[in-house]
């Protein structure tokens, strides 16, 4: 949607070049947009959503250099990525049309998906293999494609997300702390997670313990 400010940016991320008059002027604009409104929370989670090292900087209300320079960086990389003048871009974007094609074809005639195999590092619309194979030759804007895949498609698992806690924080339960209600939670949408660190801590009592799905 154009409302949310990186409409150009999210079209023009994709592999696949999307014709739009002016695509690129606007795309540098939200680029901006989206680094001046993010550009705090990138650097109290800069491990998370891999901000360089270079960009990093203890204060970031006041260090505005490295905030322009990252921008400039991220304009600059935008050019590699719409330009393919990069052999690892223009490799990586040719696997992706190449295995798209192949899907759409198959799809064409009813198929299912194929899926994708373990040695393939860019096969049928995987945006995350693509990007992660070009992610060292703009690593600027690798930080945007990472922070806006994060965000959800629909809200559909928000909902379903407000109706487990629903389940749990009711009103026989609503003197439940809200640090132990977001505890629980947390750990049944990472059931798998957990119970994975679980066996890795605890490999021998494994056997006992029953994970309830």
């Known amino acids: 949607m154009e409302e949310s400010g990186v409409f150009h940016l999210c079209l023009i991320l994709w592999p696949e070049t999307v014709n739009l008059p002016n695509l690129q002027r606007y795309a540098n604009r939200e680029i901006e947009f989206l680094v001046m409104h993010q550009w705090k929370k990138w650097q109290k989670f800069a491990d998370i959503v891999g901000l360089p090292q270079e960009y990093r900087t203890s204060d970031p209300q006041t260090d505005d250099e490295k905030q322009t320079n990252f921008i400039l960086s991220c304009r600059s990389d935008l050019m590699k990525h719409v330009t393919t003048g990069d ?8 696997h992706f049309l190449r295995d798209s094609k192949t899907a759409e074809e198959k799809l064409k005639h009813c198929d299912k998906l194929p899926k994708p195999s373990k040695d393939s590092k860019a096969h049928a619309f995987n945006l995350k293999a693509y990007w992660e194979s070009i992610g060292a030759d703009i690593p600027a ?22 109706s487990t806690e629903g389940l749990f924080h009711d009103d026989e339960r609503s003197s439940i702390s809200p640090v132990i209600t977001k505890a629980v939670i947390c750990t049944r949408w990472n059931h798998d997670l957990v119970k994975r660190q679980y066996v890795r801590e605890f490999p021998m009592d494994v056997q006992d313990v029953e994970f309830d799905e």
Do not use: K, P
Not at 146 to 158: H, W
């Open 87 to 94: 052999t690892a871009i223009r490799t990586a974007r040719a």
């Open 141 to 162: 804007l690798f930080v945007l494609y990472y922070v806006l895949s994060c965000c959800a498609a629909s809200e559909a698992g928000v909902e379903r997300f407000f």
